[in-house]
Protein backbone atom coordinates (compact mmCIF):
# COMPACT_ATOMS: atom_id res chain seq x y z
CA UNK A 1 0.00 0.00 0.00
CA UNK A 2 2.71 2.40 0.88
CA UNK A 3 4.53 1.55 -2.43
CA UNK A 4 1.74 2.03 -4.35
CA UNK A 5 0.84 5.86 -3.03
CA UNK A 6 4.35 6.73 -2.90
CA UNK A 7 4.28 5.53 -7.02
CA UNK A 8 1.05 7.51 -7.49
CA UNK A 9 2.58 10.69 -5.82
CA UNK A 10 5.77 10.49 -8.11
CA UNK A 11 3.46 10.54 -10.61
CA UNK A 12 1.42 13.53 -9.55
CA UNK A 13 -1.94 11.45 -9.70
CA UNK A 14 -3.55 14.42 -8.46
CA UNK A 15 -3.88 17.55 -6.47
CA UNK A 16 -5.17 18.51 -3.58
CA UNK A 17 -7.99 21.14 -4.14
CA UNK A 18 -11.60 22.80 -2.94
CA UNK A 19 -14.59 20.58 -4.42
CA UNK A 20 -16.52 23.43 -6.86
CA UNK A 21 -20.08 23.79 -5.86
CA UNK A 22 -22.68 21.45 -7.42
CA UNK A 23 -19.78 18.50 -7.80
CA UNK A 24 -19.83 15.45 -6.16
CA UNK A 25 -16.37 13.57 -5.09
CA UNK A 26 -16.42 9.71 -5.88
CA UNK A 27 -15.09 7.47 -3.92
CA UNK A 28 -12.52 4.32 -3.85
CA UNK A 29 -11.10 1.92 -2.08
CA UNK A 30 -7.70 -0.50 -1.76
CA UNK A 31 -7.58 -4.05 -3.98
CA UNK A 32 -5.56 -6.98 -2.60
CA UNK A 33 -4.15 -9.53 -4.57
CA UNK A 34 -2.15 -12.75 -4.70
CA UNK A 35 -0.06 -12.74 -8.02
CA UNK A 36 0.54 -16.75 -9.37
CA UNK A 37 2.38 -17.59 -11.95
CA UNK A 38 2.32 -20.62 -14.50
CA UNK A 39 2.67 -23.48 -11.79
CA UNK A 40 0.25 -21.79 -9.60
CA UNK A 41 3.01 -20.48 -6.78
CA UNK A 42 2.20 -17.03 -5.42
CA UNK A 43 4.93 -14.67 -6.71
CA UNK A 44 4.40 -11.55 -5.08
CA UNK A 45 1.07 -9.46 -3.22
CA UNK A 46 -0.26 -6.82 -4.90
CA UNK A 47 -2.15 -4.01 -3.53
CA UNK A 48 -3.53 -0.67 -5.28
CA UNK A 49 -5.87 1.89 -5.96
CA UNK A 50 -9.30 1.95 -7.60
CA UNK A 51 -12.43 3.99 -8.02
CA UNK A 52 -15.55 3.31 -7.65
CA UNK A 53 -16.08 4.04 -11.34
CA UNK A 54 -20.09 3.11 -10.74
CA UNK A 55 -20.79 6.33 -9.66
CA UNK A 56 -19.57 7.96 -12.34
CA UNK A 57 -22.14 10.47 -14.35
CA UNK A 58 -22.19 10.09 -18.12
CA UNK A 59 -20.93 13.97 -19.33
CA UNK A 60 -20.06 14.98 -16.70
CA UNK A 61 -17.02 12.22 -15.28
CA UNK A 62 -17.11 10.53 -18.15
CA UNK A 63 -17.58 10.94 -22.11
CA UNK A 64 -16.10 8.38 -25.03
CA UNK A 65 -15.18 5.24 -23.38
CA UNK A 66 -14.59 2.39 -26.06
CA UNK A 67 -11.11 0.79 -26.35
CA UNK A 68 -10.23 -2.05 -28.36
CA UNK A 69 -9.76 -5.45 -26.03
CA UNK A 70 -7.55 -7.94 -28.60
CA UNK A 71 -9.70 -10.58 -29.91
CA UNK A 72 -7.61 -14.24 -28.95
CA UNK A 73 -8.02 -15.68 -32.74
CA UNK A 74 -5.04 -12.81 -33.78
CA UNK A 75 -3.09 -13.74 -30.71
CA UNK A 76 -3.18 -17.36 -31.74
CA UNK A 77 -2.66 -16.58 -35.54
CA UNK A 78 0.70 -14.73 -34.71
CA UNK A 79 1.77 -17.65 -32.31
CA UNK A 80 1.38 -19.96 -35.14
CA UNK A 81 2.97 -18.18 -37.64
CA UNK A 82 6.02 -17.66 -35.07
CA UNK A 83 7.45 -21.11 -35.76
CA UNK A 84 6.87 -21.58 -39.08
CA UNK A 85 8.91 -18.30 -39.61
CA UNK A 86 11.14 -18.70 -36.65
CA UNK A 87 10.33 -15.78 -35.05
CA UNK A 88 10.79 -14.41 -31.22
CA UNK A 89 7.89 -14.49 -29.07
CA UNK A 90 8.41 -11.83 -26.36
CA UNK A 91 5.83 -10.60 -23.64
CA UNK A 92 6.26 -7.17 -21.76
CA UNK A 93 4.41 -5.42 -19.53
CA UNK A 94 3.48 -1.74 -18.17
CA UNK A 95 3.38 -1.06 -14.44
CA UNK A 96 0.35 0.06 -13.70
CA UNK A 97 -0.49 0.61 -17.06
CA UNK A 98 -3.76 2.98 -16.42
CA UNK A 99 -1.56 5.45 -14.41
CA UNK A 100 -0.06 6.82 -18.08
CA UNK A 101 -3.28 7.86 -19.20
CA UNK A 102 -4.36 11.57 -18.62
CA UNK A 103 -7.48 12.37 -18.17
CA UNK A 104 -9.57 15.02 -20.22
CA UNK A 105 -12.44 15.32 -18.04
CA UNK A 106 -12.26 16.66 -14.12
CA UNK A 107 -12.68 14.22 -11.86
CA UNK A 108 -12.78 15.21 -7.92
CA UNK A 109 -11.60 11.99 -5.34
CA UNK A 110 -12.62 11.78 -1.46
CA UNK A 111 -9.35 12.10 0.36
CA UNK A 112 -8.25 8.31 1.23
CA UNK A 113 -8.57 6.97 4.73
CA UNK A 114 -5.22 6.91 6.90
CA UNK A 115 -3.43 8.89 4.79
CA UNK A 116 -5.16 11.83 4.39
CA UNK A 117 -3.22 15.29 4.90
CA UNK A 118 -3.55 16.47 7.85
CA UNK A 119 -5.07 20.44 8.23
CA UNK A 120 -6.80 19.75 4.89
CA UNK A 121 -9.27 17.22 5.08
CA UNK A 122 -11.92 19.22 3.43
CA UNK A 123 -10.28 19.41 0.53
CA UNK A 124 -10.60 16.51 -2.37
CA UNK A 125 -8.49 15.17 -5.12
CA UNK A 126 -8.48 16.30 -8.57
CA UNK A 127 -7.37 13.54 -10.54
CA UNK A 128 -4.82 14.11 -13.43
CA UNK A 129 -3.87 10.63 -14.17
CA UNK A 130 -6.61 8.22 -14.85
CA UNK A 131 -6.74 5.38 -12.20
CA UNK A 132 -7.84 1.92 -12.00
CA UNK A 133 -11.85 1.86 -11.90
CA UNK A 134 -12.77 5.00 -13.67
CA UNK A 135 -14.89 4.03 -16.60
CA UNK A 136 -12.70 6.51 -19.06
CA UNK A 137 -9.20 4.88 -18.00
CA UNK A 138 -8.72 1.87 -20.68
CA UNK A 139 -9.23 4.23 -23.34
CA UNK A 140 -6.63 7.36 -22.13
CA UNK A 141 -4.43 4.23 -21.35
CA UNK A 142 -5.36 3.21 -25.13
CA UNK A 143 -4.95 6.70 -26.86
CA UNK A 144 -1.58 7.32 -24.83
CA UNK A 145 0.02 3.70 -25.61
CA UNK A 146 -1.82 4.44 -29.39
CA UNK A 147 -0.07 7.58 -30.35
CA UNK A 148 3.49 6.47 -28.08
CA UNK A 149 3.56 3.16 -30.37
CA UNK A 150 2.88 5.09 -33.38
CA UNK A 151 5.69 7.57 -32.84
CA UNK A 152 8.35 4.92 -32.46
CA UNK A 153 7.32 3.89 -36.19
CA UNK A 154 4.67 1.21 -35.59
CA UNK A 155 1.55 0.97 -37.88
CA UNK A 156 -1.74 0.00 -36.58
CA UNK A 157 -3.59 -2.77 -38.19
CA UNK A 158 -6.58 -1.63 -39.97
CA UNK A 159 -8.50 -4.72 -39.12
CA UNK A 160 -7.63 -5.31 -35.49
CA UNK A 161 -6.40 -1.59 -33.76
CA UNK A 162 -5.08 -3.46 -30.84
CA UNK A 163 -2.24 -4.94 -33.19
CA UNK A 164 0.96 -3.12 -34.65
CA UNK A 165 3.48 -4.08 -36.53
CA UNK A 166 6.96 -2.65 -38.01
CA UNK A 167 8.62 -4.00 -40.96
CA UNK A 168 12.29 -2.46 -42.24
CA UNK A 169 13.36 -4.55 -45.04
CA UNK A 170 13.33 -8.58 -44.01
CA UNK A 171 12.70 -7.67 -40.10
CA UNK A 172 9.28 -7.52 -38.59
CA UNK A 173 7.72 -7.27 -35.16
CA UNK A 174 4.19 -7.65 -34.50
CA UNK A 175 2.70 -6.51 -31.07
CA UNK A 176 -0.50 -7.25 -29.66
CA UNK A 177 -1.35 -5.34 -26.86
CA UNK A 178 -4.20 -6.77 -24.40
CA UNK A 179 -4.92 -4.60 -21.47
CA UNK A 180 -0.93 -3.65 -20.18
CA UNK A 181 0.31 -6.50 -21.75
CA UNK A 182 2.19 -6.89 -24.94
CA UNK A 183 3.33 -10.11 -27.14
CA UNK A 184 6.17 -9.33 -29.37
CA UNK A 185 6.09 -11.55 -32.51
CA UNK A 186 8.84 -10.82 -34.81
CA UNK A 187 13.25 -11.13 -35.90
CA UNK A 188 14.34 -8.05 -34.78
CA UNK A 189 15.19 -7.99 -31.08
CA UNK A 190 16.72 -4.91 -31.81
CA UNK A 191 13.19 -2.74 -31.94
CA UNK A 192 12.44 -3.25 -28.71
CA UNK B 1 7.87 -0.75 -18.96
CA UNK B 2 9.12 -4.16 -18.36
CA UNK B 3 10.85 -6.56 -20.73
CA UNK B 4 9.45 -10.38 -19.09
CA UNK B 5 11.46 -12.02 -21.87
CA UNK B 6 10.08 -15.17 -23.81
CA UNK B 7 6.71 -15.26 -23.58
CA UNK B 8 5.88 -18.47 -21.54
CA UNK B 9 2.14 -17.85 -20.38
CA UNK B 10 -0.40 -15.47 -22.12
CA UNK B 11 -3.87 -15.19 -21.29
CA UNK B 12 -3.66 -18.24 -19.25
CA UNK B 13 -2.14 -20.52 -22.23
CA UNK B 14 1.46 -22.52 -21.56
CA UNK B 15 3.49 -21.68 -24.42
CA UNK B 16 6.03 -23.92 -25.13
CA UNK B 17 8.43 -24.34 -28.01
CA UNK B 18 10.38 -27.03 -30.00
CA UNK B 19 12.68 -24.17 -32.30
CA UNK B 20 14.27 -27.19 -34.41
CA UNK B 21 11.60 -29.30 -35.18
CA UNK B 22 9.50 -25.78 -35.90
CA UNK B 23 6.74 -26.19 -33.19
CA UNK B 24 4.82 -24.48 -30.95
CA UNK B 25 2.13 -25.75 -28.73
CA UNK B 26 -0.24 -24.01 -26.45
CA UNK B 27 -1.93 -25.86 -23.57
CA UNK B 28 -4.33 -24.87 -20.48
CA UNK B 29 -2.83 -28.35 -18.98
CA UNK B 30 -2.27 -26.50 -15.30
CA UNK B 31 -6.19 -24.79 -15.66
CA UNK B 32 -7.50 -28.30 -17.14
CA UNK B 33 -5.97 -29.76 -13.85
CA UNK B 34 -7.53 -26.84 -11.57
CA UNK B 35 -10.95 -27.17 -12.91
CA UNK B 36 -10.80 -30.96 -12.26
CA UNK B 37 -9.85 -30.28 -8.89
CA UNK B 38 -11.75 -27.47 -8.27
CA UNK B 39 -15.35 -29.57 -8.99
CA UNK B 40 -13.81 -32.77 -7.64
CA UNK B 41 -13.92 -34.51 -10.99
CA UNK B 42 -10.40 -35.66 -10.23
CA UNK B 43 -10.92 -38.94 -10.06
CA UNK B 44 -13.58 -39.67 -12.75
CA UNK B 45 -13.26 -42.59 -15.02
CA UNK B 46 -11.71 -41.75 -18.18
CA UNK B 47 -13.85 -41.38 -21.97
CA UNK B 48 -12.88 -41.31 -25.33
CA UNK B 49 -15.63 -38.19 -26.67
CA UNK B 50 -16.92 -35.58 -25.31
CA UNK B 51 -20.40 -36.19 -26.25
CA UNK B 52 -20.88 -39.67 -27.52
CA UNK B 53 -23.32 -40.67 -30.34
CA UNK B 54 -26.80 -40.83 -29.47
CA UNK B 55 -26.62 -38.47 -25.91
CA UNK B 56 -29.88 -36.34 -27.29
CA UNK B 57 -30.09 -33.70 -24.54
CA UNK B 58 -33.40 -30.88 -24.91
CA UNK B 59 -35.00 -28.56 -22.49
CA UNK B 60 -37.98 -30.87 -22.44
CA UNK B 61 -35.56 -32.95 -19.87
CA UNK B 62 -35.60 -29.80 -17.25
CA UNK B 63 -36.87 -30.67 -13.67
CA UNK B 64 -40.37 -31.33 -13.34
CA UNK B 65 -40.62 -32.06 -9.43
CA UNK B 66 -39.65 -29.71 -6.97
CA UNK B 67 -37.59 -32.03 -5.56
CA UNK B 68 -35.48 -32.48 -8.50
CA UNK B 69 -35.35 -28.69 -8.91
CA UNK B 70 -33.79 -29.19 -5.07
CA UNK B 71 -31.38 -31.58 -6.06
CA UNK B 72 -30.61 -29.67 -9.00
CA UNK B 73 -29.73 -26.40 -7.24
CA UNK B 74 -27.22 -27.76 -5.53
CA UNK B 75 -25.01 -28.77 -8.53
CA UNK B 76 -22.88 -25.51 -10.27
CA UNK B 77 -23.87 -26.19 -13.58
CA UNK B 78 -23.38 -22.49 -14.86
CA UNK B 79 -20.07 -22.15 -12.84
CA UNK B 80 -18.87 -25.40 -14.40
CA UNK B 81 -20.41 -24.63 -17.94
CA UNK B 82 -18.03 -21.45 -18.26
CA UNK B 83 -14.89 -23.21 -16.96
CA UNK B 84 -15.13 -25.44 -19.86
CA UNK B 85 -16.09 -22.73 -22.11
CA UNK B 86 -13.11 -20.59 -20.83
CA UNK B 87 -10.57 -24.29 -21.98
CA UNK B 88 -12.84 -24.26 -25.44
CA UNK B 89 -12.53 -20.76 -26.21
CA UNK B 90 -8.55 -20.53 -26.04
CA UNK B 91 -7.08 -23.94 -27.13
CA UNK B 92 -9.72 -26.54 -27.06
CA UNK B 93 -11.28 -26.62 -30.45
CA UNK B 94 -12.27 -30.48 -29.17
CA UNK B 95 -14.90 -29.42 -27.07
CA UNK B 96 -16.45 -26.50 -28.72
CA UNK B 97 -19.84 -28.56 -29.50
CA UNK B 98 -20.05 -30.35 -26.33
CA UNK B 99 -20.23 -27.08 -24.80
CA UNK B 100 -22.08 -25.08 -27.27
CA UNK B 101 -24.83 -27.94 -26.20
CA UNK B 102 -24.67 -27.93 -22.95
CA UNK B 103 -24.61 -23.81 -22.48
CA UNK B 104 -28.12 -23.95 -23.75
CA UNK B 105 -29.38 -25.46 -20.62
CA UNK B 106 -28.21 -22.96 -17.87
CA UNK B 107 -31.33 -21.45 -16.98
CA UNK B 108 -32.85 -24.91 -15.89
CA UNK B 109 -30.62 -27.75 -15.75
CA UNK B 110 -31.74 -31.79 -15.21
CA UNK B 111 -29.63 -34.59 -14.44
CA UNK B 112 -29.19 -35.59 -17.45
CA UNK B 113 -27.55 -32.02 -18.89
CA UNK B 114 -25.03 -32.72 -15.33
CA UNK B 115 -23.81 -35.71 -16.31
CA UNK B 116 -23.09 -34.77 -19.89
CA UNK B 117 -20.86 -31.92 -18.08
CA UNK B 118 -19.04 -34.57 -15.83
CA UNK B 119 -18.72 -36.30 -18.96
CA UNK B 120 -16.83 -33.05 -20.67
CA UNK B 121 -14.76 -33.12 -17.47
CA UNK B 122 -14.20 -37.28 -18.04
CA UNK B 123 -12.61 -36.37 -21.23
CA UNK B 124 -10.88 -33.66 -20.38
CA UNK B 125 -8.74 -35.86 -17.42
CA UNK B 126 -7.47 -37.94 -20.35
CA UNK B 127 -6.42 -35.47 -22.28
CA UNK B 128 -5.71 -32.38 -19.79
CA UNK B 129 -2.12 -31.97 -21.48
CA UNK B 130 -3.80 -31.80 -24.93
CA UNK B 131 -3.35 -28.34 -26.82
CA UNK B 132 -2.71 -26.70 -29.89
CA UNK B 133 0.55 -27.34 -31.93
CA UNK B 134 1.54 -25.53 -34.32
CA UNK B 135 4.43 -26.06 -37.05
CA UNK B 136 5.55 -25.84 -40.67
CA UNK B 137 7.50 -23.96 -42.92
CA UNK B 138 6.14 -21.11 -44.77
CA UNK B 139 5.89 -20.21 -48.10
CA UNK B 140 8.10 -17.61 -50.29
CA UNK B 141 7.56 -14.08 -49.14
CA UNK B 142 5.32 -14.44 -45.95
CA UNK B 143 2.66 -16.25 -47.74
CA UNK B 144 0.30 -17.63 -45.86
CA UNK B 145 -2.03 -20.72 -46.14
CA UNK B 146 -5.40 -20.40 -44.34
CA UNK B 147 -7.61 -23.30 -44.92
CA UNK B 148 -11.02 -23.51 -43.32
CA UNK B 149 -13.65 -26.37 -43.38
CA UNK B 150 -17.49 -25.33 -42.47
CA UNK B 151 -20.57 -28.00 -41.87
CA UNK B 152 -23.89 -27.98 -40.04
CA UNK B 153 -25.62 -30.42 -37.82
CA UNK B 154 -29.33 -30.27 -39.58
CA UNK B 155 -31.99 -29.50 -36.65
CA UNK B 156 -29.65 -30.21 -33.86
CA UNK B 157 -30.96 -28.35 -31.29
CA UNK B 158 -34.30 -30.34 -30.11
CA UNK B 159 -36.17 -27.64 -28.57
CA UNK B 160 -36.35 -25.16 -31.48
CA UNK B 161 -35.43 -27.94 -34.68
CA UNK B 162 -32.89 -25.00 -35.49
CA UNK B 163 -29.23 -26.05 -36.79
CA UNK B 164 -25.95 -25.77 -35.68
CA UNK B 165 -23.03 -24.04 -38.01
CA UNK B 166 -19.75 -24.91 -37.21
CA UNK B 167 -16.59 -23.91 -38.80
CA UNK B 168 -12.77 -23.80 -38.00
CA UNK B 169 -9.53 -22.49 -40.05
CA UNK B 170 -6.36 -23.73 -39.85
CA UNK B 171 -2.61 -22.67 -40.13
CA UNK B 172 0.50 -23.90 -40.10
CA UNK B 173 -1.17 -27.45 -39.40
CA UNK B 174 -3.32 -26.32 -36.27
CA UNK B 175 -6.68 -24.18 -35.99
CA UNK B 176 -6.69 -20.69 -35.35
CA UNK B 177 -10.76 -19.99 -35.49
CA UNK B 178 -13.29 -22.00 -34.44
CA UNK B 179 -17.16 -22.00 -33.92
CA UNK B 180 -19.79 -24.13 -33.16
CA UNK B 181 -23.01 -21.76 -33.04
CA UNK B 182 -27.25 -22.57 -32.64
CA UNK B 183 -28.50 -20.65 -35.93
CA UNK B 184 -30.69 -17.70 -35.41
CA UNK B 185 -33.62 -19.05 -37.50
CA UNK B 186 -34.58 -22.30 -38.83
CA UNK B 187 -33.80 -23.99 -41.45
CA UNK B 188 -35.34 -25.94 -43.76
CA UNK B 189 -33.39 -28.08 -45.30
CA UNK B 190 -29.81 -29.70 -44.91
CA UNK B 191 -28.91 -27.05 -47.60
CA UNK B 192 -30.17 -23.82 -46.27
CA UNK B 193 -28.41 -24.72 -43.29
CA UNK B 194 -25.09 -25.88 -45.13
CA UNK B 195 -25.48 -22.45 -46.67
CA UNK B 196 -25.80 -20.26 -43.64
CA UNK B 197 -23.28 -21.94 -41.79
CA UNK B 198 -20.90 -21.35 -44.93
CA UNK B 199 -21.61 -17.13 -44.42
CA UNK B 200 -20.92 -18.11 -41.06
CA UNK B 201 -17.66 -19.27 -42.44
CA UNK B 202 -17.00 -16.35 -45.14
CA UNK B 203 -17.46 -13.40 -42.87
CA UNK B 204 -14.21 -15.22 -40.74
CA UNK B 205 -12.34 -16.00 -43.74
CA UNK B 206 -12.87 -12.50 -44.72
CA UNK B 207 -11.72 -11.03 -41.39
CA UNK B 208 -8.95 -13.59 -41.24
CA UNK B 209 -7.67 -12.29 -44.70
CA UNK B 210 -8.01 -8.66 -43.99
CA UNK B 211 -6.03 -9.52 -41.09
CA UNK B 212 -3.22 -11.04 -42.58
CA UNK B 213 -2.94 -8.83 -45.04
CA UNK B 214 -3.17 -5.46 -42.97
CA UNK B 215 -0.03 -6.58 -41.62
CA UNK B 216 2.00 -7.44 -44.91
CA UNK B 217 1.29 -11.01 -44.89
CA UNK B 218 0.18 -12.19 -48.16
CA UNK B 219 -2.90 -14.53 -48.16
CA UNK B 220 -4.97 -15.07 -51.02
CA UNK B 221 -8.19 -16.45 -51.16
CA UNK B 222 -9.09 -18.44 -48.45
CA UNK B 223 -10.23 -22.27 -48.92
CA UNK B 224 -13.16 -23.50 -47.26
CA UNK B 225 -14.53 -26.84 -47.46
CA UNK B 226 -17.73 -27.81 -47.95
CA UNK B 227 -19.52 -31.42 -47.77
CA UNK B 228 -22.89 -29.90 -49.12
CA UNK B 229 -22.42 -30.09 -53.15
CA UNK B 230 -25.60 -28.45 -53.38
CA UNK B 231 -25.07 -25.72 -50.67
CA UNK B 232 -21.81 -25.17 -52.83
CA UNK B 233 -23.97 -25.01 -56.01
CA UNK B 234 -26.68 -22.40 -54.26
CA UNK B 235 -23.46 -19.87 -53.28
CA UNK B 236 -21.91 -20.09 -56.35
CA UNK B 237 -25.09 -19.38 -58.43
CA UNK B 238 -26.24 -16.04 -57.87
CA UNK B 239 -29.43 -16.31 -60.31
CA UNK B 240 -32.85 -16.38 -58.52
CA UNK B 241 -34.48 -19.38 -57.78
CA UNK B 242 -37.96 -20.08 -56.36
CA UNK B 243 -36.46 -22.36 -53.31
CA UNK B 244 -34.03 -19.88 -52.31
CA UNK B 245 -36.26 -16.87 -51.93
CA UNK B 246 -37.15 -17.03 -48.34
CA UNK B 247 -33.33 -16.96 -47.16
CA UNK B 248 -32.58 -13.85 -45.58
CA UNK B 249 -31.14 -11.59 -47.24
CA UNK B 250 -27.76 -12.17 -45.10
CA UNK B 251 -27.05 -14.99 -45.66
CA UNK B 252 -26.10 -14.60 -49.14
CA UNK B 253 -23.10 -12.97 -48.17
CA UNK B 254 -20.96 -15.82 -49.21
CA UNK B 255 -22.32 -15.31 -52.49
CA UNK B 256 -20.64 -11.57 -52.50
CA UNK B 257 -17.84 -13.15 -50.83
CA UNK B 258 -17.39 -16.01 -53.78
CA UNK B 259 -17.89 -13.64 -56.56
CA UNK B 260 -15.20 -11.05 -55.03
CA UNK B 261 -12.85 -14.28 -54.86
CA UNK B 262 -12.12 -13.47 -51.35
CA UNK B 263 -13.72 -17.28 -50.58
CA UNK B 264 -13.36 -20.59 -52.53
CA UNK B 265 -16.13 -22.80 -51.67
CA UNK B 266 -14.75 -26.31 -52.12
CA UNK B 267 -16.35 -29.47 -52.32
CA UNK B 268 -15.29 -32.48 -49.91
CA UNK B 269 -15.97 -35.46 -48.90
CA UNK B 270 -18.22 -35.60 -45.30
CA UNK B 271 -15.67 -38.04 -44.30
CA UNK B 272 -12.99 -35.54 -44.38
CA UNK B 273 -14.70 -32.56 -42.89
CA UNK B 274 -13.48 -31.34 -39.90
CA UNK B 275 -15.81 -29.43 -38.85
CA UNK B 276 -18.22 -32.16 -38.16
CA UNK B 277 -17.13 -32.49 -34.76
CA UNK B 278 -18.35 -29.05 -34.36
CA UNK B 279 -22.16 -29.68 -35.41
CA UNK B 280 -22.49 -33.09 -34.10
CA UNK B 281 -21.99 -35.66 -31.93
CA UNK B 282 -19.44 -38.22 -34.34
CA UNK B 283 -17.76 -41.62 -33.24
CA UNK B 284 -14.56 -41.85 -31.49
CA UNK B 285 -13.01 -42.41 -35.12
CA UNK B 286 -14.40 -39.32 -37.11
CA UNK B 287 -13.72 -37.51 -33.59
CA UNK B 288 -10.15 -38.07 -33.43
CA UNK B 289 -9.19 -37.80 -36.64
CA UNK B 290 -11.03 -34.26 -36.45
CA UNK B 291 -9.12 -33.78 -33.23
CA UNK B 292 -5.73 -34.39 -35.25
CA UNK B 293 -6.47 -32.08 -38.33
CA UNK B 294 -7.32 -29.22 -36.01
CA UNK B 295 -3.72 -29.96 -34.14
CA UNK B 296 -5.07 -30.86 -30.81
CA UNK B 297 -2.51 -33.07 -29.65
CA UNK B 298 -0.56 -33.95 -26.65
CA UNK B 299 2.68 -32.79 -26.03
CA UNK B 300 4.80 -35.71 -26.90
CA UNK B 301 3.56 -36.47 -30.21
Known amino acids: MVDEMAFLHKNEAWDLVELPAGRKPIGSKWVFKKKTNAEGKVEKYKAWLVEKGYSQLLGIDFGDIFSPVAKVTSIRLLLSISPAFDFEVEQMDVKIAFLHGDLEEEIYMQQLEGFAVKGKKELVCKLKKSLYGLKQSPRMWYQKFDTFIQGLGFTRSKAAHYVYFKLIGDRVIYLVLYVHDMLLVGNDKEII | ?301
Open chain 2, 1 to 301: MKDLGAANYILGMEIERDRAKRKVWLNQRKYVETILQRFNMQDNKLVKVPIPVGVRLSAEQCPKTQEEEEDMSRVPYESAVCTLMYAMVYTRPDIAHAVGVLSRFMSKPRKEHWTAVKRVFKYLRGTSDYGLCYQGRPGLDRVLDIHGFVDAGWAGDLDQRRSISGYVFNLFRGAVSWMSKKQSVVALSTTKAEYMAATHASKEAVWLQRFCSSMGLVQGAIRIDCDSQSAIFLAKNPAYHSKTKHIDVQYHFVRDMIEDKKVLLVKVDTLKNTADALTKSVSFENFSWCREIMGVSGLEK
